[in-house]
């Protein structure tokens, strides 16, 4: 079948007690006729013909009642003044649709009525999908922090309500976004450096750099390039984990200047001071193995003389050698002829 005349009228309705009248009479015939036999669609179509009947008794008092319906314009749709032409057209129409339904009836089409009632609910949908509607998600998106649907909502107003006044609105909530959005991330960034891990400050700086890429001009750019900066710092100098000895003199030339990590080394004191540190009286010297090994690798550590950490560690290595975790290690920048054979201790975690 084609468009009929009751479809054509319920895309033009903005009234919605009967436009809900409508749906109920398609509603109240498809659940009456599932899997209808002659005598259930004759029973079924009683029923629902005294159902319209008081329906249409409800919608008329209400409208009388409550008089002419304030309707927002919209200049796509072609609307009825008053309450009593559209009530005296709904009469029209639903006669049409009795018709209709007589000869969906006569036919056993179930499943047209099906399609139709289908296709009525997506036209109904369409009729409530304004600007104000998606400029009203929109704003519950952005109080919700969801930026990304924030963003679908108003650009949806700009594609298919470019005239609608909302549409500058719309866009201006859109040059919004970005800087909110950077705003909530840099004001919880701290939290996240606060786990104290590389992973957690990579991922601030990931996050942060898209952040400032996609809103360059944003009120909040200025502070945010300042944290990023700060960042980059921290993990520029974020100590590199070794697990031997030999791998420190392996990478002498990527490690040198640079903050390094042993989860643990066993240090035994020795007399040999040489190079950067030839003073015996600055520092204390070991002879340091990444294992307890007899033939283990080692290599020429020291620690200035004076602080705990390196008196503690002396004077338990003196004659017998020691172990300790968590060893905090750097390679001197410049180290002239020495060079990969000598490291200096500049802390102990455990």
């Known amino acids: 079948m084609g468009t009929s ?9 903005p009234n919605p007690l009967i436009r809900g009248l409508i749906l109920v009479v398609f509603l109240s015939l498809f659940m009456g006729c599932d899997n209808p036999t002659p ?10 013909q005294k159902k319209m ?17 304030q309707v927002a314009p919209n ?38 009525l099906k399609n139709k009632i289908e296709a009525l609910e997506t036209e109904n949908q369409k009729l409530k999908e304004t600007a ?18 924030a963003k679908n909502a108003f650009e949806t107003i700009l594609k298919r309500f470019p005239n609608d006044p909302l549409s500058d609105e719309a866009s201006a909530q859109l040059k919004g976004l970005g800087n909110a959005k950077l705003g909530d991330y840099l004001a919880g960034v701290d939290d996240t450096l606060s786990l104290e891990d590389k ?48 791998k420190l003199e392996l990478r002498y030339g990527d490690l040198k200047g640079k903050t390094l990590t042993m989860s643990s080394a066993y240090f035994e004191a020795s007399t040999y001071y040489n190079c950067k540190y030839r003073s015996s009286s600055k520092w204390r010297s070991f002879k340091m193995k990444s294992s307890s090994e007899i033939f283990a690798s080692s290599i020429s550590a020291y620690c200035k003389k004076g602080v ?37 201790i500049i802390g102990i975690e455990d």
Do not use: H
């Open 39 to 48: 005598e259930e669609c004759s029973e079924a179509m009683n029923v629902l």
């Open 199 to 246: 992973y957690s400050y990579e991922t601030a700086r990931d996050k942060l750099s898209e952040s400032i890429d996609t809103c360059k001009k944003c009120k909040n750019a200025r502070d945010a390039k300042k944290k990023l900066k700060a960042i980059k710092k921290t993990l520029s100098d974020w100590p590199i984990e070794v697990d031997d000895v030999e």
């Open 53 to 69: 009947t008081e329906e249409l008794e409800q919608c008329r008092a209400e409208v009388l009642d409550k008089g002419t319906p």
């Open 308 to 344: 705990d950490f390196c008196e503690e560690l002396f004077e338990e290595s003196m004659g017998s050698e020691t172990y300790a975790s968590g060893v905090i290690l750097k390679y001197p920048q410049r180290n002239s002829i020495c060079e990969e054979g000598q490291i200096e």
């Open 75 to 112: 200049p796509t749709i072609q609307v009825d003044n008053t309450a009593a032409e559209a009530l005296k057209k709904a009469q029209t129409e639903i006669a049409a649709l009795k018709e209709e339904i007589q000869q969906l009836k006569a036919s056993g089409d179930v499943s047209a």
């Open 5 to 13: 005349r009751a479809t054509v009228f319920f895309q033009l309705q």
């Open 132 to 149: 104000q509607f998606y400029f009203d998600k929109g704003v519950n998106f952005t109080t919700d922090k969801d930026y990304e649907g």
